[in-house]
């Protein structure tokens, strides 16, 4: 049996935990319940260690005994859960194992005007082999509203995982650190200005290249000169420092500025130039960037924006000056057409210097699109489709391209309140120029049934864009 090893996150599981339930107890009346569930389920992969020949093939049953405890009351959600799970392989027969899964998430309304955020995960299958990820993570965030026109957001974002590396195919353990702190002013309606620091780390088990500590400041301001007619700029700055004695560090200096004009209530039409110094070891890199495009029924967190430009391309080393277009991409949105259906959609395009998973591989231009369509079937039958593309072109220090596909869906049935049953199947292609990695196509299909007395008390979960795109992409 394998048991959970003590590391950072279980510290912040135990603290986090210990600031949390307290509260609730003290203040107002709480609904607990316990909840046991059993989950049985089937999988089977054509291609287990994605691999372009050479397929293997793999069974695995797992069996989950879960226990749930759910905390609520006016001021707090919170949710634990224990679920151990054996695992048993039809050929791997080494990997057969006991695994300890935990998870912990909690909202706190501390104050009128102050809230907090926390979740956990730890993943009990913690061994590190080849084909199989993992990964224990954290989350805590903390949301205050100052003044009537003031307010301030902290987080903290942890994860410790074993996975594929984008840079060499090879799965590796590394630890990453995330903390960011903003301060956002409103100066009227539509008008508003602020600032945020972002502070990341990402470190390897075993010394690598892509370990790297980054510090980036960022400012902006959104003013409306008229009814129609309003400007919007940005600044940011930010430095990386790679571990390795070769790397090549650099500092990052970008800013734009768009005139934006107002067609219609939910329309509105933009012109934008954007400027990027990147200063490096090996050579300046210098992007000048014009775009147009449209917003479409934009708010805070939600909207469509589309554009065109042009990215001009100055190289201070052994690359070529070029001229290349880019689309601007930054949509998210749920569709709720019917009571039964709703479609979300994602998508997004970059330039920078690579982050994780292929910090050594310097600047890229990245594309990523995708859907998840849920429809109600019957009273106790649902659906889910979804798809995913992902292009990275690497232009730095390798000339590289890789694109993901990936498109699967799922039947859900509850003949019984306390009985589900599932089915799903998913399709994965990857392709890549780069010689020392493989492509692969890789087909997946799992079924498993869920067996639990009553529906356990859960904090109300919103489908944020960040767990969508985790969903999809990760």
Do not use: C
């Amino acid at each position: 049996m394998k048991l959970p090893r003590i590391t950072p996150y279980a510290y912040f599981l135990v603290a986090a935990t210990s600031l949390l339930i307290p509260f609730p107890l003290a203040h107002a009346r709480m609904v607990t319940q316990i909840v046991p569930t059993l989950k049985v389920t089937e999988e089977y992969k054509d291609n287990y260690f994605q691999t372009e020949t050479d397929t293997f093939e793999e069974w695995k049953t797992s069996y989950e005994l879960g226990f749930s405890l759910g905390f609520l009351n006016q001021r707090s959600k919170i949710y634990l859960e224990y679920n151990p799970e054996y695992t048993d392989y039809k050929n791997l027969d080494d990997r057969d194992g006991l695994d300890h899964n935990f998870n912990l998430s909690g909202t706190w309304q501390a104050t009128k005007h102050t809230s907090a955020m926390i979740d956990m995960n730890y993943d009990g299958n913690d061994g590190n082999n080849t084909g199989e990820s993992w990964k224990h993570s954290a989350s805590a965030s903390v949301d205050s509203q100052l003044t009537k026109t003031i307010t301030t957001s902290i987080a903290y974002d942890y994860s410790n995982s074993y996975e594929q590396q984008v840079r060499t195919g090879d799965y590796k353990e590394h630890q990453t650190h995330s903390a960011n702190a903003s301060i956002n002013k409103a100066l009227g309606p539509r008008n508003s200005m602020g600032a945020n620091f972002s502070y990341e780390t990402d470190a390897y088990q075993n010394s690598d290249a892509d370990e790297y500590e980054s510090y980036e400041p960022s400012a902006f301001l959104t003013y409306w000169f008229t009814r129609r007619d309003g400007v919007e700029t940005n600044l940011e700055y930010q430095e990386k420092k790679f571990d390795a004695p070769d790397g090549n560090d650099y500092e990052t200096i970008a800013g734009d500025i768009r005139y934006i004009r107002k067609f219609a209530k939910h329309l509105d039409g933009y012109a934008k130039y954007r400027h990027y110094i990147s200063d490096r070891e090996d050579g300046d890199h210098v992007i000048y960037h014009p775009s147009v495009g449209v917003d479409w029924d934009i708010t805070e967190d939600s909207g469509i924006s589309l554009g065109i430009g042009i990215l001009f391309h100055d190289w201070d080393n052994n690359n070529d000056d070029s001229t290349d277009p880019f689309l601007d991409l930054n949509v998210y949105k749920i569709f709720n057409f019917s009571p039964k259906g709703s479609l979300s959609i994602t998508a997004s395009s970059s330039y920078e210097e690579s982050d994780e998973d292929a910090a050594s591989l310097g600047y890229n231009t990245s594309y990523q699109a995708g859907f998840s369509l849920n429809y109600k079937l019957a009273r106790r039958l649902s659906s889910q489709l979804f798809g995913s593309y992902q292009l990275q072109q690497f232009e730095d220090t390798i000339d590289r391209q890789d694109d993901t596909i990936e498109i699967g869906g799922g039947l859900t049935w509850n003949p019984l309140k306390w009985l589900q049953i599932s089915a799903n199947a998913s399709h994965t292609n990857y392709k890549t120029d780069d010689s020392s990695r493989d492509n692969y196509k890789d087909n997946t299909i799992s079924v498993f049934v869920r067996f639990a007395p009553e529906r356990p008390i859960r904090p109300e979960k919103i489908l944020s864009r960040k767990t969508l795109e985790a969903k999809l992409f990760d």
